[in-house]
């Protein structure tokens, strides 16, 4: 009895462990914390992100955690800052190893399951190429350009996709989901491409006319405005306090206030944000000149076509306007302008 018992061990043990996914592997360069497995979850049409496993990273950046799928399931693994999508299978056995320093570009997958998971942050890496260039693309003069090339990158990217999903069909919900996020963005970016050429259309119209005034207060509380600023070539700067793009310009633009401030009037206009988040930020701002305009006074914006952030425009000393649409000071092209 006790000899059949241990014959028959192995094939009754054998189901459980072939529905266990195991995930393992070692992030180089990691801060010291915890790696989570998460699902996202549907409960009465609300999506929920719900965790499966999770393990403190030893010394050496190792870890190792399990899950027990039914069937096919798409998985989020996340150290805290980076994050990788996953499709597992019962049965997969995964080595993952990469350097927090360049997360995307050193990653390797090993494994059973390996190939699936591959071709899956490839698919992953193409599509945030891609958006990636959607966003570039709103600062580039050339929009019919791009809008074209953006259309042969789709082209090519379906191809890669209807390819991977030939060799692996269990991607297909995770990768439905991606498609539907590139039509999303590309209904956005066919939008804004019109409505570029119709502001590039009217920013055109300004240039050589006189400037538009504008009236709001400095970080004192003040009353100011654009006129009180003529003598000097100006530039003037429209941000706001939540827009990433304009803010990652501010030390590019304090450096050329520091090269050409007596030469040059340099201005700030915040708009489309709080008194009290606008002063918080322009407070510590190297650009002496500040204006803050309101959101009852915004529709003074509307002269100068301001529908998209940041935006530059350079003033003769006169305040006609030389340049509607100004290069941006990350560029290297408004120092040439300047100089």
Same mark, same amino acid.
């Given at each position: ?8 061990? !192995? ?7 072939? /529905? +266990? ?31 499966? #496993? ?13 899950? @027990? ?8 693994? &996340? ?12 049965? %997969? /056995?995964?080595?993952?190893?990469? %350097? ?27 599509? @945030? ?6 966003? /570039?693309?709103?600062?580039? !003069?050339?929009?019919? *350009? ?34 539907? /996020? ?7 970016? +066919? #939008?804004?491409?019109?409505?570029? *050429? ?23 509380? #003040? !009353?100011?405005?654009? $006129? ?16 990433? =793009? ?9 450096? &050329? ?8 009037? &340099?201005?700030?206009?915040?708009? &489309?944000?709080? =008194? ?11 650009? =002496?000149?500040?204006?803050?305009? %309101?959101?009852? *006074?915004?529709? +003074? ?14 003033? #003769? ?5 030389? $340049?509607?649409?100004? =290069? ?12």
């Amino acid at each position: 009895m006790n000899k059949l018992i241990i014959i028959l061990l !192995p094939f009754l043990t054998w189901p459980v462990l072939s /529905q +266990q996914v195991l995930i393992k592997g070692t992030i180089h360069h990691a801060f010291d914390g915890t790696i989570y497995l998460h699902s996202m979850e549907t409960n009465e049409g609300v999506q929920k992100m719900k965790k499966i #496993d999770s393990c403190l990273l030893s010394p050496d950046g190792n870890f190792d955690l399990k899950l @027990e799928p039914k069937g096919v399931k798409s998985v989020f693994l &996340f150290d805290g800052s980076d994050g990788l999508n996953l499709v597992v299978m019962p049965g %997969d /056995q995964l080595t993952i190893e990469t %350097d927090k320093r360049f997360f995307d570009e050193t990653l390797v997958i090993k494994g059973l399951g390996a190939d699936r998971n591959t071709a899956l942050h490839q698919l992953e890496l193409i599509k @945030e190429a891609i958006h990636n260039k959607i966003i /570039q693309s709103q600062y580039n !003069p050339d929009t019919l *350009h791009i809008f074209s090339e953006y259309e042969q990158e789709l082209t090519s990217y379906e191809e890669i996709r209807d390819s991977y999903l030939k060799r692996f069909p269990e991607l297909k919900s995770c990768v439905n989901e991606a498609n539907v /996020q590139l039509e999303a963005e590309k209904a956005m970016h +066919q #939008d804004f491409i019109r409505l570029k *050429h119709l502001m590039n259309t009217r920013i055109v119209g300004l240039t050589n006319q006189q400037a538009p005034e504008l009236s709001g207060m400095n970080i004192k509380g #003040d !009353p100011v405005k654009l $006129s009180d600023f003529k003598g000097k070539i100006t530039v003037i700067d429209f941000w706001a306090t939540w827009c990433g =793009p304009c803010r990652a310009e501010f030390p590019q633009l304090e450096e &050329f206030q520091m090269l050409y401030g007596k030469e040059v009037n &340099f201005i700030s206009v915040g708009a &489309f944000c709080s =008194p009290e988040e606008w002063l918080a930020v322009a407070k510590d701002s190297k650009i =002496p000149n500040q204006i803050y305009i %309101d959101k009852p *006074h915004e529709k +003074q914006l509307e002269a100068y076509g301001i529908t998209y952030i940041p935006r530059y425009i350079i003033l #003769d000393p006169n305040h006609r306007i030389i $340049s509607a649409n100004a =290069p941006l000071p990350s560029s290297n092209v408004l120092q040439k302008v300047l100089d």
